[in-house]
C-alpha cells in the first residue's frame, strides 16, 4: 500500500495506525532502528524549541489518575496527544498509561495521522531520557539501574544500550514478577542483567540510575544515601501533581535538567522545590546554549515529566516511515462533500442511495 497512491487525494481518508500496525511497524523497522529515529527527530525539534507554541498539558485528575491533553504546534505541524495515568490499572488488567494522538496540518487544519500512541509513547520517552542522557550521564557509563520493570522499562534498557552503548542492567521492581518479565524480554539482546532485591542494590556501580515506577503518590524511590557522586539519574515515573519517586535531598545537590519548565514545576520532583529553584532547559544544552554535564562528581538529573514536544517529533517520524512501510489503514475522517457548505446536502444524498 503507498501513502499517496490515488490520484486525486481522497480528502476524507486520514492514514491510521492501530496498535496492530504499530506492533508491526516495530518489528519491520527494528526496535532499535524505531529508538534512534525517534531520538533523531526529538532532538532535530528540541533545537528549534523556539519555533512551537508550548503549554504545559491539560490534566483532568481524579483520585485514581489523570487524563491529559497535549498539544503543541511549529507554525506548520499541529499535534495533540491523550494519554493517561492509573497505576491501579495493571491490577485490574489494564494498562498504567494508554494513548493516541493526531498530527495536522496547520494550513488546512486536517488531520494527516491518527495514530495508537501506547507503544509509541513507550518508544518515545525513551527516545527522549537517551538524548538526555547522551548529554547528562557518564562517558564511560556502562551499567543502568531499572527501579520499576513494567510497561516503560524495556524500551528504557532498550534506548540506553542502543544510544549509549549500556550494556549492564540492575533491576528491581516491589514485584519480582515484573523483573522477570523485564529480563526475559530482553534476554539475547546483549545485556548481561542481575536481577536485585531491594532499589539499594539495584543502584550498586550503576552510573545511571532510571526510576520508573507508578505509584500516585509521593514515594520515595531513592533515598539521598542511594545516589553516589558521578551519578545520572533518569526520573520518569514522577510526572504528576503528588506523585514523585525521588527524596528531597538529591534535588538539593544534582543540577537538574527538565524538558518545559513550566510543566515541570507543576508534575515533576522540582513540585518539591521552590518556584524559582534553577533548571536547565535540555534544549538549551541540545543547541549549545548551556552546558550538560562539566564534572565527574556531579550528579545529573534529567526530571523526564514528558512534553508533547517529544509526542509531535514521534508521530513525524511515524507519518515519515509510513510510505515505506505501508502499516496503515485509510479511515474514513473527514466529511467531504461535493460542495464544502452542502454538508446536509451530502447526508440526504447518502439517504437517497439507500
Ligand atoms: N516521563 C514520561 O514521559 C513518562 C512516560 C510514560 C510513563 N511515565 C510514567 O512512568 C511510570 C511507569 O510507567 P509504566 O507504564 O511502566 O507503568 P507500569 O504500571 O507498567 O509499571 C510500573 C512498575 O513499577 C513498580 N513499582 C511500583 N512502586 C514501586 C516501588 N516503590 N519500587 C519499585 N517498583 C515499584 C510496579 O510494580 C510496576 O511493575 C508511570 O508512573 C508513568 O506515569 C512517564
Given at each position: 500500500?503507498?501513502?499517496?497512491s490515488?490520484?486525486?487525494?481522497?480528502?476524507?481518508?486520514?492514514?491510521?495506525?492501530s496498535?496492530?500496525?504499530?506492533?508491526?511497524?516495530?518489528?519491520?523497522?527494528?526496535?532499535?532502528?524505531?529508538?534512534?529515529?525517534?531520538?533523531?527527530?526529538?532532538?532535530?525539534?528540541?533545537?528549534?524549541?523556539?519555533?512551537?507554541?508550548?503549554?504545559p498539558?491539560?490534566?483532568?485528575?481524579?483520585?485514581?489518575?489523570?487524563?491529559?491533553?497535549?498539544?503543541?504546534?511549529d507554525?506548520?505541524?499541529?499535534?495533540f496527544?491523550?494519554?493517561?495515568?492509573?497505576?491501579?490499572?495493571?491490577?485490574?488488567?489494564?494498562?498504567?498509561?494508554?494513548?493516541?494522538?493526531?498530527?495536522?496540518?496547520?494550513?488546512?487544519?486536517?488531520?494527516?495521522l491518527?495514530?495508537?500512541?501506547?507503544?509509541?509513547?513507550a518508544?518515545?520517552?525513551?527516545?527522549?531520557?537517551?538524548?538526555?542522557?547522551?548529554?547528562?550521564?557518564?562517558?564511560?557509563?556502562?551499567?543502568?539501574?531499572?527501579?520499576g520493570?513494567?510497561?516503560?522499562?524495556?524500551?528504557?534498557?532498550?534506548?540506553f544500550?542502543?544510544?549509549?552503548?549500556?550494556?549492564?542492567?540492575?533491576?528491581?521492581?516491589?514485584?519480582?514478577?515484573?523483573?522477570?518479565?523485564?529480563?526475559?524480554?530482553?534476554?539475547?539482546?546483549?545485556?548481561?542483567?542481575?536481577?536485585?532485591?531491594s532499589?539499594?542494590?539495584?543502584?550498586?556501580?550503576?552510573?545511571?540510575?532510571?526510576?520508573?515506577?507508578?505509584?500516585?503518590?509521593?514515594?520515595?524511590?531513592?533515598?539521598?544515601?542511594?545516589?553516589?557522586?558521578?551519578?545520572?539519574?533518569?526520573?520518569?515515573?514522577?510526572?504528576?501533581?503528588?506523585?514523585?519517586?525521588?527524596?528531597?535531598?538529591?534535588?538539593?545537590?544534582?543540577?537538574?535538567?527538565?524538558?518545559?519548565?513550566?510543566?515541570?514545576?507543576i508534575e515533576?520532583?522540582?513540585?518539591?522545590?521552590?518556584?524559582?529553584?534553577?533548571?536547565?532547559?535540555?534544549?538549551?544544552?541540545?543547541?549549545?546554549?548551556?552546558?550538560g554535564?562539566?564534572?565527574?562528581r556531579?550528579v545529573?538529573?534529567?526530571?523526564?515529566?514528558?512534553?508533547?514536544?517529544?509526542?509531535?517529533?514521534?508521530?513525524?517520524?511515524?507519518?515519515?516511515q509510513?510510505?515505506?512501510?505501508?502499516?496503515?489503514e485509510?479511515?474514513?475522517?473527514?466529511?467531504?462533500?461535493?460542495?464544502?457548505?452542502?454538508?446536509?446536502?451530502?447526508?440526504?444524498?447518502?439517504?437517497?442511495?439507500?
Amino acid at each position: 500500500m503507498s501513502f499517496d497512491s490515488s490520484p486525486v487525494p481522497a480528502l476524507n481518508l486520514v492514514p491510521f495506525v492501530s496498535v496492530d500496525d504499530m506492533m508491526q511497524t516495530v518489528l519491520d523497522i527494528g526496535v532499535e532502528e524505531m529508538l534512534a529515529g525517534i531520538a533523531a527527530y526529538i532532538e532535530e525539534d528540541f533545537a528549534r524549541w523556539e519555533k512551537f507554541d508550548k503549554t504545559p498539558r491539560l490534566a483532568a485528575h481524579s483520585s485514581v489518575g489523570v487524563i491529559e491533553l497535549m498539544p503543541t504546534s511549529d507554525g506548520e505541524e499541529y499535534a495533540f496527544k491523550y494519554v493517561n495515568g492509573h497505576p491501579k490499572n495493571t491490577k485490574e488488567g489494564l494498562q498504567t498509561v494508554t494513548a493516541f494522538g493526531v498530527l495536522a496540518d496547520v494550513d488546512s487544519g486536517y488531520p494527516v495521522l491518527i495514530s495508537e500512541m501506547t507503544i509509541l509513547t513507550a518508544l518515545r520517552t525513551a527516545a527522549m531520557s537517551a538524548v538526555a542522557a547522551r548529554h547528562l550521564a557518564p562517558a564511560a557509563a556502562d551499567t543502568m539501574a531499572i527501579i520499576g520493570n513494567g510497561a516503560q522499562s524495556e524500551f528504557q534498557a532498550l534506548a540506553f544500550q542502543g544510544l549509549l552503548g549500556i550494556n549492564k542492567l540492575r533491576l528491581y521492581d516491589v514485584d519480582p514478577v515484573a523483573t522477570e518479565k523485564c529480563a526475559a524480554n530482553l534476554a539475547g539482546r546483549g545485556f548481561e542483567i542481575v536481577r536485585c532485591a531491594s532499589g539499594q542494590e539495584a543502584v550498586e556501580g550503576a552510573q545511571i540510575i532510571t526510576t520508573v515506577t507508578a505509584d500516585k503518590q509521593y514515594a520515595t524511590i531513592l533515598t539521598d544515601n542511594m545516589v553516589g557522586a558521578g551519578v545520572h539519574i533518569n526520573a520518569i515515573g514522577g510526572d504528576c501533581p503528588g506523585k514523585t519517586e525521588l527524596h528531597k535531598d538529591i534535588l538539593l545537590r544534582s543540577d537538574i535538567f527538565v524538558e518545559y519548565p513550566p510543566q515541570t514545576r507543576i508534575e515533576g520532583e522540582i513540585q518539591q522545590l521552590d518556584a524559582d529553584h534553577p533548571v536547565i532547559e535540555l534544549w538549551q544544552v541540545i543547541v549549545g546554549q548551556r552546558e550538560g554535564r562539566s564534572s565527574a562528581r556531579q550528579v545529573t538529573l534529567f526530571d523526564s515529566v514528558g512534553f508533547a514536544i517529544e509526542d509531535f517529533s514521534a508521530l513525524r517520524y511515524l507519518r515519515d516511515q509510513l510510505e515505506r512501510t505501508g502499516r496503515y489503514e485509510n479511515l474514513d475522517m473527514i466529511a467531504d462533500p461535493d460542495e464544502p457548505r452542502d454538508l446536509f446536502g451530502m447526508i440526504l444524498r447518502a439517504g437517497a442511495q439507500r
